[in-house]
């Protein structure tokens, strides 16, 4: 148990759908990650929310949309993605005021796009 | 700027020989770094971090890492490898300026353990 769960563990879609991957921790962190994780490439961030508030978004691509409702948990809405978009997304939670803590991730959600 | 160099993105052992993952970083401010470890198809889980104090660090696993600061170095190393010790390593910094206090990764590490 990480401490961090996310759902589903794996996800097939076609380009045409719409699906939501969740993020949900209840470590009382502050801040949280969206990473993708491509084969043979680094890691990319996605999005930072700290407090609900987005304050980073690295040129994601519209059809990648974030939510935050709450600081306990994180949406990523897909909708017409493309087969590139395949990926390992992973979400991270952080307490924001603590800079030697580092990030706790979830196992991920294997997307592929058919 | 912050950045984290790995250097070797494969590194091949036998089982029982030393691992030695290397990571360079570079910051204008004392950094804290972090070393996490991810097997297929996981999230990346915390190994080790240097945040204060000893510069000898240890972790999970048997894993330790030593900050060196006149090298900007903090290598990851463990005496003997055991083949469940296969998996991808990372090395990270966080910034301790930065509004949002983000991690930096490196390019990441893969460890293949032979028999």
């Known amino acids: 148990e990480t401490g961090v769960t996310q759902t589903p563990r794996h996800l097939v879609m076609g380009m045409t759908n719409k699906k939501s991957l969740k993020c949900e921790q209840h470590?009382?962190?502050?801040?949280m990650y969206w990473y993708k994780q491509s084969a043979k490439k680094p890691l990319e961030l996605m999005f930072v929310?700290?407090?609900?508030?987005?304050?980073e978004n690295n040129s994601v691509p519209s059809r990648f949309s974030p939510e935050c409702p709450n600081s306990s948990h994180l949406f990523l809405h897909l909708h017409t993605l493309q087969p590139e978009d395949s990926a390992l997304y992973l979400c991270?939670?952080?307490?924001?005021?603590?800079?030697?803590?580092?990030?706790?991730f979830g196992s991920g959600t294997r997307l592929t796009v058919v | 700027a912050q950045s984290v160099t790995q250097l070797g993105s494969h590194v091949s052992v036998s089982e029982g020989a030393l691992v030695l993952l290397r990571c360079n970083y570079s910051?204008?401010?004392?950094?804290?770094l972090f070393w996490y470890v991810q097997y297929p198809n996981q999230g990346l889980q915390l190994l080790l971090k240097y945040t204060t104090g000893a510069t000898l660090v240890k972790g999970i696993n048997g894993f330790e890492a030593e900050f060196k600061k006149s090298e900007t170095s903090f290598h990851l190393t463990k005496p003997s490898a055991h083949m469940s010790d296969a998996a991808e390593y990372f090395c990270a910094v966080r910034t301790l300026t930065s509004n949002t206090g983000k991690l930096i990764f490196g390019q990441g590490t893969t460890l293949q353990v032979k028999p």
């Open positions: 470590l009382g962190h502050n801040a």
């Open positions: 910051s204008s401010v004392p950094p804290y």
């Open positions: 929310y700290n407090f609900k508030e987005q304050t």
């Open positions: 991270a939670s952080s307490p924001r005021d603590r800079d030697n803590y580092g990030y706790t």
